[in-house]
């Protein structure tokens, strides 16, 4: 396998985690009211890209394979309580 096609299919194994955090942080920015102390939209979008990003290759190393629906349910399970979290929704 060549360069091109491994960055590839490194880019499309964390797109999920991608488009997952880009898209809570926009609806964390919609849906709240920028509360006061939150970060900003950049720093969650990062974090729970991060996380997301851990989280499918532990899912990867566990399962040895890519893309079974536990590792996107658990990814989806974290992303969320960091979202939470980071929105400080508690309060």
């Known amino acids: 396998m060549d360069i091109v096609a491994s960055v590839n299919h490194l880019l499309n194994f964390v797109a999920p985690a991608f488009f ?17 102390g939150a970060e900003s939209f950049i720093a969650q979008a990062a974090i ?3 996380l997301g990003s851990a989280v499918l290759w532990a899912g990867l190393w566990l399962f040895s394979r890519d893309g079974k629906m536990l590792s996107y349910a658990a990814l989806v399970g ?6 939470w979290v980071l929105s400080r929704a508690w309060r």
Do not use: E, H, P
Not at 20 to 36: D, E, H, S
């Open 20 to 36: 997952l955090a880009l898209g809570l942080a926009i609806c964390a920015r919609i849906f709240q009211l920028n509360k006061v």
């Open 48 to 50: 729970n890209f991060i």
């Open 78 to 83: 974290i992303s969320a309580f960091c979202q």
